[in-house]
């Protein structure tokens, strides 16, 4: 089985906010800045771009 802070997300993958207030946002994963926190820069749906901990972040689907 998979432990979830040992999955980590790449560029491609598509992600919503854990955020019970962004949960209708879909974007992809276009950056992966290394670290702590490991943050990933995220392309929401309209083309906006934002940066986020993993750890605020749950993947609907991994890219190949």
Same mark, same amino acid.
């Given at each position: 089985?998979?432990? $979830?802070w040992e999955v980590q997300m790449k560029v &491609? /993958? %598509?992600v919503r906010h854990k955020s019970?207030? @962004?949960r209708g946002y879909v974007g992809i994963v276009v950056r992966c800045? $290394? &670290? *702590? /926190?490991r943050v990933k820069v995220v392309e929401w *749906? &309209? @083309?906006i771009r934002c940066s986020y901990p993993e750890r /605020? %972040?749950?993947v609907i689907s991994e890219s190949r």
């Open positions: 089985h998979r432990i $979830p &491609g /993958d %598509l019970p207030y @962004a800045i $290394p &670290g *702590t /926190d *749906t &309209g @083309a /605020d %972040l749950e």
